[in-house]
């Protein structure tokens, strides 16, 4: 069973940096893309980068130039490097996997920016 584990959430202040780490298990195989994901209050889930097993990269236009995506194809782990952190980026980061017609889902996990 493939499990998606984050790390890396926390608090800072605005202008500071986070990584978050995810860390698959569970798989022998490479997934076709990883990603992240986040949901703040009151609002629904959306894209916040997502890389391909080519190394093809997608940003959402509010982080790009502030994130940057990367993975570890050998042991399937991705992360997400978080600069110049705004109050609006505050929300629940999933990590997100693609592997032929699955879909996986960590548990999230809290990033919280203050101003």
């Known amino acids: 069973q493939v499990q998606l584990v984050e790390s890396g959430g926390g608090l800072v202040q605005a202008g500071g940096s986070l990584r978050l780490s995810c860390a698959a298990s569970g798989t022998i195989f490479r997934f076709n893309a990883m990603g992240w994901y986040r949901q703040a209050p009151g609002k629904q889930r959306e894209l916040v980068a997502a890389i391909t097993r080519g190394g093809d990269t997608n940003y959402a236009d509010s982080v790009k130039d502030r994130f940057t995506i990367s993975e570890d194809n050998a042991k399937n782990t991705v992360a997400l490097q978080m600069n110049s952190l705004k109050p609006e980026d505050t929300a629940v980061y999933y990590c997100?996997?693609?592997?032929?017609?699955?879909?996986?889902w960590g548990q999230g996990t809290h990033v919280t920016v203050s101003s």
């Open positions: 997100n996997a693609e592997l032929r017609s699955s879909v996986y």
